[in-house]
């Protein structure tokens, strides 16, 4: 089997990689428009890795015939893989609880005390896949999308198990490079980058140090997805004090440019990721297993709040 390191070096040698991760960027955008408060729920990384870390166990116990995660054992993965510190792990919890990201199960009998993933929260998991798997049928002309589509809960549920072992043991992954890292620490600084990508024109970007966005102005970026101007504004200047983007005249009156070192950044996170995903979807493919309890998984109509889905 090829390692890692051979797989993302592949993906990032691929002439059509950088259009390839231009589109996953602008699905992230339209997740992010479709679900704001799903997608503000996930866009750090430590949320974001905690949320794989506990997707993977309530999987793993699902396949096994218990369903249902308990605080007890979010907090166990949280803690056991170093994401988070007890409190902030007990607060995302409660957190996913009262906006309906996670449901109880029961009252009493077996399920008291768990939670599992609200229908729209599997939904946005399943697109979070079909983006990622689009890019790499893109690439090579597979159809994984197609067979995600078509599969049932449970190659949902394996692929899962091995995307977060992926990427909890991935030291790319868990500490990215600096200026990617301004982006993935703060509130939301996933669908900032995710923004400034988008606005890239990749035609010309790869051959330019210092690429042009169509983003001029940090009110109308933060206006575009509902966050303050003043966090908007912090996370830019932060990002611009190493180097990874800069104005290029006056400030809030020309484009912002992105640096060839941020954009390389970006697509070596993106590489590891697609990397990680594929190899955990060819794995689950290849090993079909009875269907066991399933799960709603949702429809976007169900983010908006048109069922019985969250509040967003």
Not at 126 to 138: G, Q, R, S
Not at 230 to 255: F, N
Request: glycine share 8%; proline share 5%; net charge neutral.
């Amino acid at each position: 089997m090829q390692s890692l390191e051979w797989r993302i070096d592949r993906l990032l040698a691929d002439p059509q990689f950088d259009r390839a991760i231009h589109r996953l960027a602008s699905g992230f955008v339209d997740v992010q428009a479709a679900a704001p408060r799903l997608a503000s729920q996930f866009a750090t990384q430590q949320r974001w890795l905690m949320s794989h870390a506990a997707l993977s166990r309530y999987f793993r116990g699902l396949r096994a015939g218990r369903p249902g995660l308990s605080r007890a054992e979010f907090l166990e993965e949280a803690l056991g893989h170093r994401l988070a510190s007890r409190n902030t792990a007990t607060a995302f919890f409660a957190e996913a609880l009262h906006y309906g990201l996670i449901r109880p199960i029961g009252a009493s009998g077996r399920g008291a005390g768990l939670v599992e993933p609200a229908p729209s929260t599997l939904w946005a998991l399943t697109e979070w896949y079909a983006l990622h798997l689009a890019a790499l049928d893109a690439l090579d002309g597979g159809d994984r999308v197609e067979r995600l589509r078509k599969a049932d809960l449970m190659l949902l549920a394996k692929m899962e198990s091995g995307v977060a072992d992926g990427l909890l043991g991935c030291e790319l992954i868990r500490a990215p490079a600096p200026i990617y890292a301004v982006f993935a620490s703060v509130d939301d600084g996933g669908s900032l980058m995710d923004r400034l990508i988008v606005g890239l024109d990749w035609d010309a970007a790869p051959a330019q140090e210092q690429a042009l966005t169509d983003v001029t102005s940090v009110s109308a970026l933060a206006r575009r997805l509902n966050l303050s101007r003043t966090h908007t504004g912090r996370t830019v200047a932060a990002a611009a004090a190493l180097g990874g983007l800069g104005w290029s005249g006056t400030p809030g009156r020309s484009p912002i440019w992105l640096s060839r070192r941020f954009r390389a950044e970006y697509a070596q996170i993106q590489a590891a990721k697609l990397a990680i995903i594929g190899a955990a979807f060819d794995a689950a493919a290849r090993t079909p297993e009875p269907a066991s309890p399933t799960a709603v998984i949702g429809t976007p109509e169900m983010v908006h709040g048109h069922s019985d889905g969250p509040p967003c």
